[in-house]
């Protein structure tokens, strides 16, 4: 009876010791990185096989795969959820907006109309509160002084950090706009003189005060046209490639990670975390977020929520997360805003009481 049920039970087994691996820090054992990555591969698996075994009638076998699968619900919630926005949304309600910008296409493009439609758009858009990721600033330049071009329109206190300068004057780094009053700001440096940092300020929106967070991790610095140019010729020396990549991307994130949540744990208010966690929602990064607070894609969003622009790495990077003393009312990626190589993603709050 044993061999019969052998290859399912270990196929069980191997998989709940896979979702165990987004619970221990990667800087521990890289390989720990690589084994949360096949989590979606294997609920596929287990629910694939739980219908085919209940077909032929191999009930144990089924109940073993679909067990596997209620215990993996967390992941499923985190890849696929469906809600329905309040119809009315309380008085005191307000939209944070995430955007990793791409240095507003600066460097992309030969002419000025790329960077012109992505600034238009983020200047634009109403939210009160806006976090930009790779945010670029020249003040001599026409088209990108963004920070008072962003500014002009309405009235927006704002917090910039520059990470550097480049040669001729233009800024990078994180911003944070708030048409709601900025009371404190100030910066995460991550682990280890990392290049990749986060930024906070303390906004007072209706009495109450909230600190907001903008996050940018360490890349996976993985090219998409690389991989998909790979060929027998190349196939070794580019999987070996990828393979350190996100190697190295796996233990950065895992300090950067557990350096913010301590300063997180430490805030004083309520707060909402904004940014490119560069990093699937199952991993280390993504569930040490969720151990302190609450995803918010998973409580209000619809659908899938894919973040990338890619046309098919179809992958979720980009995230809001809040503490349980705010009460996430709706939650939306603009799949329809493809400037950037990423989209904007955009969460509605309000304070509980």
Not at 21 to 27: E, I, R
Not at 231 to 241: C, E, G, K, L, P
């Amino acid at each position: 009876m044993y061999k019969r049920y052998r290859t399912n039970l270990l196929l069980a087994i191997f998989t709940l010791l896979c979702y165990v691996s987004v619970l221990l820090p990667p800087a521990w054992w890289f390989v720990l990185g690589f084994f949360a990555l096949l989590i979606p591969v294997l609920l596929l698996v287990n629910a694939i096989l739980s219908i085919y075994w209940l077909f032929y009638g191999r009930y144990l076998k089924s109940l073993v795969s679909f067990g596997v699968l209620l215990i993996g619900f967390p992941f499923l919630k985190a890849t696929f959820t469906w809600s329905f926005p309040p119809a009315t949304l309380p008085k005191k309600a307000f939209t944070v907006l995430s955007y990793n910008v791409r240095v507003f296409n600066a460097f992309q493009f030969t002419s000025n109309k790329p960077s012109r439609q992505i600034i238009d758009w983020a200047k634009y858009d109403r939210a009160a509160i806006k976090c930009f990721q790779e945010f670029y600033h020249h003040p001599k330049s026409d088209v990108f002084n963004t920070l008072h071009t962003l500014t002009k329109r309405e009235t927006y206190q704002y917090f910039f950090k520059p990470s550097f300068i480049d040669g001729k004057g233009g800024q990078f780094g994180l911003a944070i706009f708030s048409k709601y009053p900025i009371v404190q700001q100030g910066e995460v440096e991550m682990y280890d003189n990392s290049p990749n940092d986060a930024i906070f300020v303390d906004v007072v929106i209706h009495r109450d005060t909230v600190r907001i967070y903008n996050v940018h991790l360490q890349s996976m610095k993985i090219s998409t046209q690389r991989i998909a140019n790979t060929n027998r010729h190349n196939f070794n020396r580019n999987i070996s490639d990828l393979a350190a990549r996100l190697r190295n991307g796996f233990i950065a994130r895992s300090q950067q990670i557990d350096h913010l949540v301590e300063h997180i744990n430490h805030s004083p208010y309520p707060v909402i975390v904004c940014g490119d966690l560069n990093d699937v929602p199952y991993s280390y990064t993504y569930f040490r977020l969720k151990s302190t607070l609450k995803n918010t894609f998973e409580q209000a969003g619809r659908g899938f929520g894919y973040s990338y622009n890619s046309t098919w790495l179809l992958i979720r990077i980009d995230n809001l997360f809040h503490s349980p003393q705010l009460q996430a009312q709706d939650f939306y990626t603009h799949q329809e805003v493809g400037y950037s190589d990423h989209y904007p993603i955009k969460g509605t709050y309000s304070v509980n009481k």
